[in-house]
């Protein structure tokens, strides 16, 4: 199993130090977890972050807060007592009955039995629950083992067998937050929350997600209760179509809502080098985005998402945090980041062959220099249309 890379000695910038700093929650079950040798989450994720955030010299202990698991009772909150039940089920017996997987598809190729199927999802769910509570007074918290918007009240969905975004925004209007602004730009579309709040006006549903992608739903057209905003994005969308939509939907919705608190989950399948989807972001704009949100409500809660290649989840995320956190990114990462990247592998995978040299000697991605694409702008004007009488 390898090892954390120790931390080096290093100046943390103001933000990273005092009652209200940005925290970060994991947990050391993610590490050598897997769905399985052929499933996309055979790859480490949130380890990867961990290790590189403390090799950084960015993840300090008092920074860091361990994940608690969530018990049922919390999960209920969203998810039916039958699945719960049954979920646990799987864990103990390491399999499904027929009738099981019916109802609630486990033991699908999508939601394999593993051995941490419940574990590990309820830890996930935890942190995001708790982050709700830590957030009573404000701040910001990052969480990437989060984000699993698939997850259905009664069924496994997509990779995901528990929605802790929805846990997340249940428990900060438990502790609070009136108002809550929940933005995903993961490549696929929040179709788990959209079924939990689309027609609660006091949650904001915004989306930007790859058009003729499963889960099939989200269309520019839909609505809900007025409350829901959705982009699908074409085939090789870049940065500059992202920032067009920051610019002119995402943060004018997100301001017109005047959230208590903001949720954003940070999905990494929409950058290039995903095996899963084809967009064509950098983490510049995962990055950018946050910055930009960061000042429009005084509580935030970033995830993690989707992300099925292990270099770019890892670096993206890192950069995620060293954002949230008031780190700079270098140019250049230092040795023991350097050795955490080199580390890792992508079995089964044609990019984990040749793995290019930047994907071990930095974070930031290099800008790619493509335009907006005039569908991207078309939707574009007709959201903002929408939104006009508003802003």
Known sequence: ????????????????????????????????????PLHPLRVPRVSTVIDLARAMGWLPP???????RARPAALHAFHTPAYIAALQRAEAEQRVDEATRARHELGTASNPVYREVFRRPATAAGGTIMAGS?????????????????????RANGFCYLNDPVLGILSLRHHG??????VD??????????VAFRDDPDVLLVSTHEERRWPFTGPLED?????????????????????????????????????DAIVLQCGADAVEEDPLARLSLTNNAHWALLRTLRPLAPRLLVLGGGGYNPWSVGRLWTGVWATLAGYEIPDRLPPRAEAVLRGLSFPGNRRGRNPPEHWFTTLRDAPRDIPVSATVRARVDALAARLAPWV
């Open 185 to 194: 730009v993961d490549a696929h579309h929040c179709d788990g929350v959209d």
């Open 134 to 154: 830590l957030l009573r007074a404000g701040g910001a918290i990052h969480n990437p083992g989060g984000g699993t918007h698939h997850g259905m009240p009664d």
């Open 177 to 182: 937050a009136a108002r809550v602004a929940y």
């Open 223 to 259: 609505r809900g209760a007025g409350n829901v905003w959705n982009l699908p994005l074409p085939r090789g969308a870049g940065d500059a179509d992202m920032a067009l939509a920051a610019e002119r939907v995402i943060l004018p919705a997100v301001a017109r809502h005047r959230p």
């Open 1 to 36: 199993m390898r090892q954390a890379a120790p931390a080096p000695t290093v100046h943390r910038p103001d933000a990273a130090l005092g009652a209200a700093a940005p925290r970060f929650i994991g947990s050391e079950i993610y590490r050598g977890s897997s769905y399985g």
């Open 62 to 68: 008092e920074r860091y807060i361990p994940s608690p």
